[in-house]
């Protein structure tokens, strides 16, 4: 494996509903929900997640719209899971988030806070909502030559002492959950780069994450329908758009299956991650309960280099590696998803790799 600093990116996390009924149960381990994913989560040297879900168990389902499905996970185990893989940032922009009204995402935030894992795309107010999340790589055992005996990132990527990643989260979903000036939700805009809202909405947002000077800028965006395995041209359009202000990579999902990887100016757009974590019913055919883990290694000035994809599936409410057909099946999917952009991968072992 690599020497490299290593980002994971996963697809959907939801941990509520049958997940939260079986992990709840006094035989189950926290970290039983990541299955044999647990170790190369926690070998990673940061781990961004889109948590699709609140961590509660407060609130009333919400009414005042019609919502067909509400997830809500109890933080007495979820918490632990999450600090089991490793995770340092939660996107909270999507449409799960205020299921349970406000003072489950008040929890939520305040659950997350109070364990220090980062997260960005929902709070109290919209100010909050648009503010970046920040947080420095926890360097581990496999962080190579620039890792001190402590653990420690020790290397200096843009003239600083550490690295730094900054993720923005956004979402289109789920309109009624948007945050306002004095009311809590999601950070919502529509994916149109030609709208003035979103623009602005956008523009602060990118500039809040710019201001920290981040060695690596995520946008972590919870777009479009589900069961889809394209994006529409609107979608390409503000991924490229994203890159050109400063992105390095984007990190989609919402369709539930993963979707086509674009290279644009050397930063990888990953339209869709898929699911990592659920308890869904799977279309026989698209396959939802079948991703990968996204791995994203970066060079010695904290430049993307490559992307590995590692095979997951979901089974009995947690994740596994994936082997054998079902992996044969991902690999031909995402190069099929992926080739319209030019994008062409290589083998290793089960896993795939794209070089930037």
């Known amino acids: 494996m690599s020497d490299r600093v ?3 990116l996963t697809g959907d996390v939801m941990l509520g509903r049958n997940v939260d009924r079986r992990q709840r149960h006094p035989s189950r381990e926290p970290a039983a929900v990541w ?4 170790e190369r989560l926690r070998s990673l040297d940061a781990l961004v997640i889109n948590l699709e879900c609140c961590l509660s168990t407060r609130g009333e389902p919400w009414e005042r719209t019609y919502r067909p499905f509400h997830f809500r996970a109890d933080p007495s185990w979820a918490i632990p899971a999450l600090e089991a893989a490793g995770v340092d940032c939660c996107a909270l922009a999507n449409n799960h988030v205020l299921d349970f009204e406000e003072p489950a995402l008040v929890d939520t935030l305040d659950h997350l806070d109070e364990v220090g894992i980062a997260r960005a795309g929902a709070g109290r107010t919209l100010d909050e909502a648009l503010e970046p999340a920040v947080f420095e790589v926890d360097g581990g055992d496999d962080a190579g030559d620039d890792a001190g005996d402590d653990g420690e990132w020790t290397g200096d990527p843009g003239g ?9 989260s956004l979402t289109d979903n789920t309109p009624e959950y948007g945050a306002g000036a004095d009311e809590p939700g999601t950070a919502h805009v529509d994916i149109d ?7 602005t909405r956008v523009e602060t947002a990118m500039e809040r994450a710019r201001g920290a000077e981040p060695d690596l800028l995520v946008a972590s965006l919870h777009w479009g329908p589900n069961m889809v395995t394209e994006p529409p041209p609107s979608f390409e359009s503000f991924g490229r758009w994203l890159v050109d202000r400063g992105v390095d990579v984007v990190h989609g999902h919402s369709a539930h299956v993963f979707q086509g990887i674009e290279v644009h100016d050397g930063a990888p757009i990953l339209y869709d991650a898929g699911d990592f974590v659920d ?3 799977v279309d026989r055919e698209l396959r939802n309960d079948r991703g990968f883990l996204f791995e994203l290694h970066l060079d010695d000035d904290a430049v993307p280099a490559e992307l590995r ?4 599936e979901i089974r ?16 031909e999917r995402i190069r099929e998803r992926s080739s319209p952009y030019g994008t062409t991968f290589e083998r290793d072992g089960e896993e795939l790799v794209l070089a930037l």
């Open 160 to 168: 600083t002492d550490g690295l730094s990643i900054a993720v923005v």
């Open 35 to 38: 299955g044999d994913v647990c």
């Open 316 to 331: 009995d409410c947690s994740v596994h590696l994936a082997d054998g057909d079902t992996a044969t099946w991902s690999r």
């Open 309 to 312: 994809l590692v095979p997951t």
């Open 279 to 281: 308890d869904y019913a």
């Open 193 to 199: 780069v030609d709208d003035e809202r979103t623009r």
């Open 6 to 8: 290593r980002i994971g």
